[in-house]
């Protein structure tokens, strides 16, 4: 494996790129008064990055069978691409140790909160597999893959999360894409060992139809406070031309708040009363607006403040700052990209809250969000924000100096197509490579080189 991404390696980055954008509905062409805007960077990475590192991506000593790391070459053609400064390929906070392989298409990961260790694995046709003590096991704990429509890039089974009283109630929720294109919000009820769940056993909390079949967000995830938090992009297509993002009676383009603790059929979920209100006739599941394709949030367990990273469209990728409990923000999609006017006719009375972080699309094309580190295996990175991009394979942390300032750093970059982070119960995490359906896990940084 070489040492570093060279200018080759990345020069596949504005395929990629509009390979994405395409698939999302998007166009690489802005209005003008959006292409002339210069970059404004929120914060910057770090300026000196080693130059001759071996990588640190290695294999777990497991009996798994060998699996050899692809180039990006492997999956897409090389095209022209201005090159970018080198990257590193090895971090003095972690590596990356290899612990799975055989997935198919992997979206994401989750944990029960059961004390059993598991991780459950999204897998975009449909399915849900299960990794335990080490292995991934044969049979999916959940297959769905009649119902779920994965032909657009964007669409398939993309997230899951599991009710906060699991352990008593067996109820897990899932997001997937449905034969008619549209988000579906499900439950589902799982057996008594955690290693199966029966698929007749579902039943509908929300249902939300798509115009186009790309930027359907994705994410579930219970908050601190016991709500089902769900994240859905704006539908697709350049621009938000249907303005969904900002228009508060859809549910297109928003973080959305639900109360599913006594979720059936025949009472899928309850508003909790202290959501923000957006304006007369506004959903009252809405509980942030403005958002382009929310792939992947997270809260951090110790403060509960919670992270939305949010795909941007031509020009740039965005972290937004949410702290905890203190919902009601507009994140400004379709009027802004990030820090940047992409329309100039936004009404005067509306307030937009900047992001603390955005990168341009040098440096990737796909932001995919993680999470605020607070395991106990790597000590350096308790409470910094780990986060990627899918296409450029850049990894950064993101913290508050002293000062209260956002300050980012690149601090790894690998050579696969990040998919998904993803926490364990103890708080360790974890990274899914999309292409390959690998697995890694975040472990002490190590000198062991992945041929």
């Not at 080198?86 to 992997?106: E, M, R």
């Not at 508003?271 to 951090?300: K, Q, T």
């Not at 993680?370 to 350096?380: D, E, F, K, Q, S």
């Amino acid at each position: 494996m070489r040492r570093l991404f060279s200018s080759e390696e990345v020069v596949v980055l504005s395929f990629v790129c509009s390979v994405l954008i395409s698939a999302c509905g998007g166009s690489s062409v802005a209005p003008d008064a959006y292409a002339s805007t210069p970059i404004v960077q929120v914060t910057t990475t770090a300026a000196a990055l080693r130059a001759s590192a071996p990588s640190q991506v290695t294999e777990a000593p497991s009996t798994l069978d060998p699996f050899r790391l692809h180039s990006r070459a492997t999956f897409i053609p090389v095209v022209s691409f201005a090159p970018r400064p080198l990257v590193p390929s090895q971090s003095d906070l972690f590596s990356l140790q290899k612990i799975a392989v055989g997935l198919q298409q992997p979206t994401g990961l989750a944990h029960a909160g059961d004390g059993s260790g598991r991780l459950y694995i999204t897998e975009r046709p449909g399915r849900v597999r299960v990794w335990q003590a080490g292995r991934l096991l044969p049979t999916p704990f959940l297959d769905i893959t009649a119902q779920v429509s994965s032909e657009g890039f964007e669409q398939g089974l993309l997230g899951i999360a599991f009710s906060p009283d699991f352990v008593r109630s067996r109820r897990f929720f899932v997001n997937y894409t449905d034969r008619q294109g549209a988000t579906v919000v499900a439950g589902f009820l799982a057996s008594s060992n955690g290693l199966t769940a029966d698929p007749s056993s579902e039943w509908q909390v929300m249902r939300i139809p798509q115009p186009y079949s790309g930027h359907n967000g994705g994410q579930l995830a219970f908050g601190p406070d016991g709500m089902l938090y769900i994240g859905v992009g704006d539908g697709g297509g350049a621009n938000d031309l249907h303005n969904y993002a900002q228009n508060s009676r859809s549910l297109l383009g928003k973080l959305l708040r639900i109360d599913v603790s006594q979720s059936s059929a025949e009472q899928p979920y309850r508003v909790p009363a202290d959501n923000p209100s957006f304006g007369p006739n506004s959903r009252p599941e809405i509980w942030a607006i403005g958002l382009r394709n929310p792939w992947r949030f997270s809260f951090d367990r110790l403060t509960g403040d919670l992270y939305i990273a949010d795909v941007g469209q031509g020009r740039l990728e965005e972290v937004n700052f949410q702290p905890a409990g203190q919902g009601g923000q507009n994140y400004g999609w379709r009027f802004r990209e990030g820090t940047e006017t992409l329309y100039e006719d936004a009404p005067p009375d509306l307030a937009f809250t900047d992001p603390v972080f955005q990168y341009d699309h040098n440096q990737g094309c796909s932001i995919i969000g993680g999470y605020v580190y607070r395991g106990a295996a790597l000590p350096a990175l308790v409470g910094a924000y780990l986060f990627g991009d899918f296409c450029s394979g850049l990894i950064w942390t993101l913290r508050r100096d002293n000062s209260g300032n956002w300050q980012g750093e690149t601090v790894l970059g690998v050579p696969f197509f990040i998919s998904s982070f993803g926490e364990d119960e103890a708080g360790e995490l974890y990274i899914i490579d999309y292409y390959s359906g690998a697995l890694y896990q975040f472990v002490a940084p190590s000198p062991y080189v992945m041929r």
